[in-house]
């Protein structure tokens, strides 16, 4: 089975654009978590979605949205880049919907840098 | 609220053991374990739930402590490719597939 692809790989953006970033989960998952990492924070939670609806938030601002599809792919999107923005963004996806005791497997990620 | 794991940095001696730790100030309704390797994505290692069940595969195995909210990871006979960051993630609650993560440990295996 393939397994968590995400892309693109690295992006370089201005402060003030936007960006989306895509996953797509290993086959037959259905749940798509977003985290956020960087050296100072360590790994953050974003959001989670599952059957096209976000299921949980993290505490983040609201310039960081996400939807998936019905194929169970997922973007991400960061409206009005902020330097502070800069990190490694992971998507990891898990099989059953109902959280805790199901395992998540992570993709490569995608190396966002904003100057 | 994270967890916090220690120690916060580890080095070994290729055949050694080594311990790492995640406690949470939180109730737990489960813990999950990963390794990263430099620039590379972190990797499932076992995830246990609430009720201290005790997993384990090859020479990695964890414990999960309910009453003190701790989970703890053995790595022994440490090999080479035992080298990375190690993260827990827990969760408090059955609401989804969101984890809080640990600030990490760092193992390095020298030969």
């Known amino acids: 089975k393939a397994g968590v692809t995400q892309t693109p790989r690295y992006l370089i953006k201005t402060r003030g654009q936007q960006v989306t970033l895509s996953c797509s989960p290993i086959s037959g998952h259905r749940s798509v978590s977003w985290y956020q990492q960087t050296p100072g924070q360590g790994l953050q939670f974003l959001f989670e979605y599952f059957s096209e609806t976000q299921r949980n938030k993290g505490n983040f601002p609201g310039r960081f949205s996400g939807r998936q599809f019905s194929n169970s792919r997922s973007e991400m999107n960061v409206s009005t880049l902020e330097l502070g923005d800069s990190a490694l963004y992971l998507c990891?996806?898990?099989?059953?919907?109902?959280?805790?005791?199901?395992?998540?497997?992570f993709g490569p990620g995608t190396r966002l840098t904003v100057t | 609220q994270q967890p916090v794991q220690s120690p916060q940095a580890v080095i070994l001696r290729e055949g050694e053991d080594a311990v790492i730790n995640c406690s949470s100030s939180k109730a737990l309704y489960s813990v999950h374990w990963y390794r990263q390797k430099h620039g590379e994505a972190p990797v499932f290692l076992m995830i246990l739930l609430k009720g201290g069940e005790q997993k384990g595969h090859d020479k990695i195995s964890a414990s999960f402590n309910e009453k003190k909210q701790q989970s703890s990871l053995y790595l022994t006979a440490s090999q080479l490719s035992y080298s990375g960051t190690y993260f827990c993630g827990t969760e408090s609650n059955n609401a989804g597939n969101m984890l809080t993560f640990g600030g990490g440990t760092r193992l390095m295996v020298k030969p």
């Open positions: 990891a996806s898990s099989l059953v919907a109902s959280g805790g005791a199901y395992e998540q497997y």
